[in-house]
């Protein structure tokens, strides 16, 4: 049976580890913590304070509205000729023309190319996914391919800055610029080099921060964000013109031409989009991304990324710090209550940790699992835990009943772990006091009454005997028929004296209540009820005791067997409708100032051949109060 019971425990622990295993798997592998984290990730980049991006020496040359209702869409190239030529006369240190143009526009269309070839400050674009050229001619130094890194919901927050191992023409568009520039002039050199290239990250890698598959090919980091829409912005028709207030703010600028109508529709999503409901905020213009990529660059080789994150492996000793702590938190505290205030603060603690860093330090982890894992895990023992308390619950129920008052049953509860092992109360040797009660003339009252009648009769006697008993912090360990034995002091005991004083206490408690009882049944004619009680105290054997099918809990022993002889004592008569005989040794264990008794004799009892000095209980003296019920379990009272 016990191995069955071990069995059944691994196999409902198993259950839910497997479950909880299965949870955390999900969450994983189904894109979702991912997803929770990024968009945790977006909320706090979105309320994060963000510096204007006036600062540095990028200008966006934007085809807006007015430009395509002037020039048409889309725009010819004897446009961009005068725009570019414009703004290299105006001494900008790169321009990028953020345009394909791959196939010319209009009838001026070998101006533009040789416009590129012309002047080494102008880079073109390609896009090496789609598969489209660069305008034909352009030397490979200024070429630059413009593709995006897009996360699989649309939003920009990476940027692709390097690939190695490419040919002369394969660099990205930021890089190209600045190189053009000078104003870093060794980025290039030192992004084809991999050893140099390498110590300029840490770059993202597929599981970095709250990525768990991405696609991290060549050389990726976060993308730091400047205030949206920020960068200084003229027209197309402003520069094509040649407006004086233009040409003077482009001098030693890196210029990006491309478009910012929202009718063209090059717009993408960025962290803010999700949380900045504005129409200019909503949406950010590829040439914006760009200039961004570019301004991000300008801050230096030797500063280190505003937005970074750790090695993989630390989000994974996270991960498992956490489950770790998740199962340590589920079976430690012995109080559920306490188990899940300290899983709660502690959740709460990592969530606010791992969102001050990104937002003070620009710090990402990913944060969904280690949260999830906690709780989760300490649930894993709570259910266990929970599965276990209520098997154990059962055990107490089917071992001692419930015929316990609620603070015994409380503390029996509290001290389960000690007294039971295998399901069973381990056989002990305790100091307790043991209570018989019988039911006097109970023969002759059956002959008077129907079979129903009688077992009325008695129940309400018998319910009268539980109460007093369980409230006086005693158990009902059996039922004899008309009769019953209780103990006070095991399985647990408040010590030798609180538990023989809970003895008296509670028999004083049954005669009082017995009186009462008495005065009913004779308003409904029936026979009165008088009870004998016998109370004895010293050393017995308590444990479980049957079979695997029957078990109860059992106290045997001369003191039991005292008890039983004392209720049964036939040589000292009473008038009593309750008659309390106990033993000397149960009145020297206990308080007894204020007891009424008197000595009835010293008698040989059966089956003990010490003989008992033998009391009678008559009361309390004038102006005591006797404990009427709900003995506290941790009385004072210790012996």
């Known amino acids: 049976m016990r191995f069955n019971e071990r069995l059944r425990d691994g196999l409902i622990q198993g259950g839910i580890v497997g479950a909880a295993a299965l949870l955390l798997g999900g969450l994983a592998t189904t ?3 991912e997803s929770i984290d990024l968009l945790l990730y977006d909320a706090v980049i ?3 304070a963000t510096d204007s991006a006036q600062r ?6 934007g085809i807006d509205e007015g430009d395509i209702s002037h020039y048409g869409w889309p725009i010819d190239d004897a446009v961009l000729c005068r725009a570019i030529s414009n703004a290299v006369e105006a001494k900008a240190s790169a321009i990028g023309l953020d345009l394909y143009r791959d196939q010319g526009i209009g009838e001026q269309q070998t101006c533009l190319r040789a416009l590129i070839q012309r002047h080494p400050k102008v880079v073109a674009i390609f896009n090496a996914a789609e598969g489209i ?8 130094e200024q070429q630059a391919f413009n593709d995006l890194v897009v996360d699989a919901d649309g939003v920009i927050r990476r940027d692709l800055v390097h690939v190695s191992g490419q040919d002369d023409a394969t660099v990205s568009l930021p890089v190209r610029l600045v190189e053009t520039s000078n104003l870093q002039p060794d980025l290039l050199d030192a992004l084809r080099s991999p050893q140099r290239a390498e110590r300029l990250g840490p770059w993202l890698l597929p599981h970095s921060g709250g990525y768990r598959d991405l696609d991290a090919a060549g050389y990726q980091r976060l993308l730091p964000f400047q205030q949206p829409g920020s960068f200084r912005t003229i027209s197309l028709r402003a520069l ?3 407006e004086a207030k233009t040409m003077e703010q482009l001098r030693g600028e890196i210029v990006l031409m491309g478009s910012t109508a929202p009718s063209l529709r090059d717009l993408f999503e960025i962290p803010q989009s999700r949380f900045i409901r504005t129409e200019r905020q909503l949406r950010m213009p590829g040439v914006e991304v760009h200039a961004l990529r570019v301004a991000a660059l300008l801050n230096g080789l030797s500063e280190p990324w505003s937005l970074k994150t750790l090695p993989p492996w630390s989000d994974r000793g996270l991960e498992l710090l956490a489950i770790l702590t998740g199962i340590y938190l589920g079976e430690s505290f012995r109080k559920l209550r306490q188990s899940i205030t300290v899983t709660a603060v502690l959740t709460a603690a990592v969530a606010s940790s791992g969102i001050a860093l990104l937002w003070m330090q620009g710090l990402w982890i990913g944060l969904t699992l280690p949260v999830i894992s906690l709780p989760v895990m300490a649930g894993v023992g709570w259910l266990r835990r929970g599965a276990l308390h209520q098997r154990q619950k059962q055990q107490i129920e089917r071992l001692l009943g419930q015929t316990t008052s609620p603070a015994v049953a409380s503390q029996l509860w509290d001290q389960r772990d000690a ?19 019988d039911t006097q003339d109970f023969t002759s009252i059956s002959e008077q009454l129907a079979p129903a009648d009688l077992l009325l009769w008695l129940n309400r006697g018998m319910a009268l005997l539980v109460k007093e008993i ?20 095991a399985p647990i005991s408040q010590g030798k004296a609180v538990d023989a004083r809970h003895a008296i206490d509670a028999a004083l408690a049954i005669a009082a209540r017995l009186e009462q009882l008495n005065r009913e049944l004779s308003r409904e004619e029936a026979p009165p009820m008088r009870i004998r009680i016998g109370i004895h105290s010293g050393p017995l054997i308590a444990g479980s005791m049957g079979s695997s099918t029957r078990l109860e809990y059992t106290v045997m022993g001369d003191t039991v067997n005292c008890a039983s002889r004392l209720e049964s004592l ?8 309750c008659r309390t005989l106990f033993s000397r040794q149960t009145l020297q264990q206990c308080a007894n100032d204020d007891l009424i008794w008197h000595s009835v004799g010293r008698f040989h009892v059966k089956g003990r051949q010490q003989v008992v000095d033998v009391l009678e209980l008559n009361g309390v003296k004038p102006g005591t109060a006797f404990r009427t019920g709900n003995a506290p379990a941790d009385d004072p009272a210790k012996s």
């Open 133 to 140: 050229q660069a305008p034909p001619g352009t030397p490979p």
């Open 31 to 33: 894109g979702i913590s």
């Open 240 to 242: 094509a013109n040649g």
């Open 56 to 61: 540095h020496p990028v200008t966006i040359a």
């Open 419 to 437: 007294l039971l092992r295998d399901g069973q109360f381990e056989g002990k040797q305790v100091d307790a006091t043991v209570l018989f009660t």
């Open 470 to 489: 369980t409230d006086h912090g005693g158990i009902i360990n059996k039922f004899t028929g008309d009769g019953l034995l209780a103990v006070f002091g």
């Open 570 to 577: 036939a040589r000292v008569p009473s008038d009593h409708v």
């Open 46 to 48: 979105s309320l994060r």
